[in-house]
């Protein structure tokens, strides 16, 4: 049944659909309709689930531990600030290897004091060992988190659904919303492998001392870069059942495609209103979305974007001193490959600035400019920058 | 030795196999004449390393010598050393 929904309330819904047994949060802009839902779920009796009423973002998540460790299905939901305060956790739930489930609506970091969208919230903590799925539109809040469940659970790796805030999260679509029994269907009860009973005591979280540490890291490289191949089954998995199916990435009209768009999260629907456009008059451009940037489609987008002459990467966040984080990733990615595309990199849409189908006009024209003459005059641009106001012009 | 996934001991009760009392550098001494068997310093044993009696009796093995015991001992029965001294 399609209903009109909001990001945070298909999150909302995609939980209680998967039968959360425990959810732990604290209210931040702007997810905090989720946790609202949510709660309304369990106060009527249509959720039956353990809501555990925290002081903090950090204590949110120490007891998504405590509960993911007993077994209990978990789900928490954050936002920028909430998830910097919830990062020294981040990394004890991945190192511990608790199948948490986590939405976060994307917004901007302090300071200055923003509550609008970007993504530097979620790339800040790229390293933290969790995966994270990047959702278009809402129907893909939904369904990615539904499949979060089951990839988190198989893999033994918690999962963060990311949704840029207020673009996807207070705006309502029309979304697919399953029945009850075929989730059920699909997100089986699982049972934790090494399960804190107190019949069987065991220790979690026990120090790794300089002899296993190392061990121990890699075990958790080796897990994360495995769960590609879960992510890929999941997707493909829920195809069949729902069908819609979903990967590592998405091409759209990119196999043919001289010059390529790459970005994650909600601009891509804008981006490909724009191929539309482009390949109406006849342009070869495509578009490739990264739905999984952790663990990082490194060969999948060689392998995607390897034909292109050049491709440029739009993305809401940057390293400063440095360039955005999924450029340097995907300069990565072609370290060792005998050829590449030429990479441009466009900084755009930070701290909730629309970006205007002029803004991604200019970065396609950068691009196509590049692949005609096999010269990038400048790497990395910004998009929409007021030139004056940061004394570039006078 | 194939590990867990992560750091996690099926086996309980391994905290007895590891003896600690290698990391201590003062030792705690106790006057069985001074002590008066209160158990002051056997409550707040963090280890615990302490049998209660008259007097008390320190479990060397386990013992890393952070000298709560002699701090709190209201008759100052227990006094801390260098390791090596008697």
């Known amino acids: 049944m399609k209903q009109l929904v909001t990001g945070d309330e298909a999150a909302a819904i995609a939980a209680k659909l998967a039968r959360v047994k425990v959810i732990s949060a604290y209210p931040i802009t702007p997810q905090t309709i989720i946790v609202e839902r949510l709660a309304e779920f369990v106060a009527n009796g249509e959720l039956d689930a353990e809501y555990i009423k925290v002081e903090s973002e950090h204590s949110a998540?120490?007891?998504?531990?405590?509960?993911?460790?007993?077994?209990?299905?978990?789900?928490?939901?954050t936002s920028s600030q909430g998830l910097m305060l919830m990062s020294e956790i981040l990394f004890v739930a991945s190192g511990m290897r608790l199948p948490i489930v986590m939405a976060n609506a994307n917004r901007s970091l302090s300071a200055p004091l923003s509550i609008w969208c970007d993504q530097q919230d979620s790339v800040a903590v790229r390293d933290c060992?969790?995966?994270?799925?990047?959702?278009?539109?809402n129907q893909e809040v939904l369904d990615s988190t539904i499949q979060a469940f089951r990839i988190a659970e198989e893999s033994l790796l918690p999962v963060m659904v990311c949704f840029d805030g207020y673009i996807l999260s207070h705006t309502a679509e029309p979304v697919e919303i399953p029945e009850q029994a075929e989730v059920d269907k699909f997100l089986p009860t699982y049972k934790y492998p090494y399960l804190l009973d107190p019949e069987k005591p065991i220790t979690m979280?026990?120090?790794?001392?300089?002899?296993?540490?190392?061990?121990?890291?890699?075990?958790?490289?080796?897990?994360?870069?495995?769960?590609?191949?879960?992510?890929?089954?999941?997707?493909?998995?829920?195809?069949?059942?729902?069908?819609?199916?979903?990967d590592l990435i998405e091409c759209y009209r990119s196999d043919d495609a001289d010059v390529i768009l790459l970005t994650m999260g909600s601009l891509s629907g804008s981006i490909k209103e724009m191929?539309?456009?482009?390949?109406?008059?006849?342009e070869r451009v495509g578009l490739v979305k990264v739905r999984a940037f952790r663990p990082f489609p490194a060969k999948e987008l060689v392998d995607s974007l390897g034909h292109a002459k050049a491709v440029a990467v739009l993305e809401k966040d940057f390293s400063p001193g440095s360039t955005g984080a999924l450029f340097s990733d995907l300069s990565g990615a072609f370290v060792n490959s005998r050829e590449s595309p030429l990479l441009l990199n466009f900084i755009c849409g930070l701290g909730g600035r629309d970006v205007s189908s002029l803004q991604i006009r200019e970065a396609t024209k950068a691009a196509m400019e590049a692949a005609k003459t096999g010269e990038v005059k400048k790497t990395v641009r910004w998009l929409g920058?007021?030139?004056t106001m940061v004394g570039l012009k006078p | 030795?194939?590990?867990?996934?992560?750091?996690?001991?099926?086996?309980?009760?391994?905290?007895?196999?590891?003896?600690?009392?290698?990391?201590?550098?003062?030792?705690?001494?106790?006057?069985?004449?001074k002590c008066n068997g209160c158990g002051l310093c056997w409550l707040y044993c963090p280890e615990p390393a302490i049998t209660k009696g008259k007097p008390v009796v320190i479990d060397y093995r386990y013992c890393k010598g952070c000298g709560i015991c002699a701090n709190d001992c209201p008759v100052k029965a227990i006094v801390m050393v260098e390791e090596g001294q008697k």
């Not at chain 1, 060992?129 to 539109?137: A, H, M, P, R």
Request: glycine share 10%; aromatic share 10%.
């Open chain 1, 385 to 387: 920058l007021r030139e």
């Open chain 1, 129 to 137: 060992g969790w995966i994270q799925l990047y959702c278009e539109n």
């Open chain 1, 275 to 282: 191929i539309d456009e482009y390949r109406g008059h006849g």
């Open chain 1, 61 to 77: 998540l120490s007891a998504c531990l405590g509960s993911a460790a007993v077994g209990a299905r978990t789900f928490t939901a």
């Open chain 2, 1 to 33: 030795m194939k590990l867990p996934p992560s750091t996690i001991i099926l086996k309980p009760g391994n905290s007895e196999q590891n003896e600690t009392g290698s990391w201590r550098s003062l030792k705690p001494v106790v006057d069985s004449k």
């Open chain 1, 205 to 246: 979280g026990a120090v790794g001392v300089p002899e296993y540490y190392e061990e121990f890291r890699y075990m958790l490289q080796e897990a994360v870069l495995k769960s590609k191949e879960k992510i890929i089954e999941v997707g493909q998995a829920f195809g069949r059942q729902f069908g819609r199916k979903s």
